[in-house]
């Protein structure tokens, strides 16, 4: 498990997810709105990137782990045991069907 995800701790992840018109966007402090994204996955994987970087979060990890994350994207992940992808998964579960159509 990578400690990026570890560190950054969210509260209210449901509350911080919007669905509007076939997309997913994220709010938080610093952003009324970011996205779109286009899966709920792929906006959770987005809001945390974006608390690890707004709360300085990356600066305690190594810098090869936090360039990882950085770059990370749940949509073209084609690594078949991602830790960083089963982790995601795990914040936020999905039915498997939809982890497949995430890894196609």
Known sequence: MLDIL??????????????RKGQWFIRTR???EG????????AVEGLFRHVAVCT?????????SALAF????????????CELCADLMA???????VQSQLKA
């Open 6 to 19: 570890a560190q950054v701790r969210l509260l209210d992840i449901e509350d911080r997810l919007v669905y």
């Open 35 to 42: 996205g779109p994204f286009d899966s709920r996955l792929e």
């Open 30 to 32: 610093e952003i009324q």
């Open 91 to 97: 914040v936020l579960p999905f039915e498997p069907a």
């Open 70 to 81: 950085i770059r990370h994207s749940v949509r073209t992940c084609t690594e078949p045991s």
């Open 56 to 64: 300085g979060r990356l600066n305690h990890c190594d810098h090869k």
